[in-house]
């Protein structure tokens, strides 16, 4: 799930699907590769984000700056654009970045922030913040100043925007380290729980444009399952099963396949991406080998 901790790192070049932007700003031909995702080797340095097709294959590499961290990728709903977190040696803190023409761009007021996600207009970007003691939620206009979301004491992240950008689903997780997930109209600061407060262990949540929720369920053996339900929190259905970890789930832009992680129960077990259909279906392995492969999404082609 993405409450693995973020390691400290240094700079960051991006990418959009047509190419790859590697150090000084050089675009590296590649094929489009719509799926964008963190990678860490087992024993390596820090993260990089890369992107492979859906249908599998060599994936690209996005980022290469060995003293960076460059985590939580999301693309903007066009296609065009990335937003991720960033953190640089030296740094005080991590913060939100965007890519541009001209190379990455840090978006102000969003110091100690992760998790972003773009506004289904492409407007906005909703992400978590550390503020207080606990992380909260805000919203951004880049180039004007973050507006705070949510005031608890408990921690609020992995916002996601419903196909309509009126409400947000976040996971929340309480002073004990239950996790829930919470579904927010923002502009009436109106809060619904989505699945039970206080017991599970809900985490990752992905709003489809059909208008499911998947998200990660870690049962009381430890493993990590999906599940699907209504923005209500009803026709809950589980979609993978075993004794594999499965984390991080992403939509496909038309809402019938989904991405996510399998694997990952620690730091020397690999994890990789798997694409699925919504019922989970039609599994499908994307990435191979020692890495851990995680944060994916899934953009438009």
């Known amino acids: 799930m993405n409450l693995r901790p973020v ?49 599998g294959g060599f994936p690209n590499r996005v980022t290469a700056t060995p003293d960076t961290s460059e985590v939580m990728p999301a693309w903007r ?72 979301l949510t005031y608890n004491t408990v921690d609020d992240l992995e916002p996601s925007w419903s196909p309509d950008g009126i409400f947000l689903v976040f996971t929340r997780r309480d002073a004990a380290g239950h996790q829930s997930l919470v579904r927010l109209n923002p502009w009436q600061m109106e809060e619904a729980p989505v699945t039970p407060p206080g017991t599970l262990g809900d985490s990752d949540p992905d709003w489809s444009r059909t208008g499911w929720i998947v998200f990660s369920r870690t049962d009381t053996l430890g493993t990590a399952h999906l599940y699907v339900c209504r923005p209500d929190g009803t026709s809950l259905r589980q979609i993978t099963a075993g004794r594999l970890n499965d984390t991080d789930p992403a939509w496909s832009p038309d809402g019938s396949r989904l ?10 077990d690999p994890m990789n991406l798997f694409t699925a259909a919504a019922d989970g279906s039609g599994l499908t392995q994307v990435t191979f080998g020692d890495t851990l492969d995680f944060q994916a999404d899934w953009g438009s082609p």
């Open 259 to 268: 991405v996510f992680s399998r694997g990952g129960y620690d730091d020397t």
């Open 77 to 148: 709903p066009d296609g065009l654009q990335l937003a991720y977190a960033r953190q640089s040696l030296g740094e005080p803190a991590q913060r939100i970045w965007t890519t541009s023409s001209s190379g990455p761009v840090p978006v102000p007021g969003t110091e100690d922030g992760r998790d972003p996600v773009w506004s289904p207009d492409g407007k906005r970007i909703a992400f978590a913040k550390w503020v207080g003691g606990q992380n909260e939620l805000f919203v951004v206009t880049p180039g004007y100043a973050p507006v705070r």
């Open 7 to 55: 390691r400290t790192a240094a700079a960051v070049l991006a990418a959009v699907l047509a190419g790859v932007l590697l150090p000084g700003g050089h675009a590296q031909a590649a094929t489009p590769a719509p799926i964008v995702f963190t990678r860490h080797w087992l024993g390596g340095p820090l993260e990089d984000l890369y992107s492979v097709s859906p249908s």
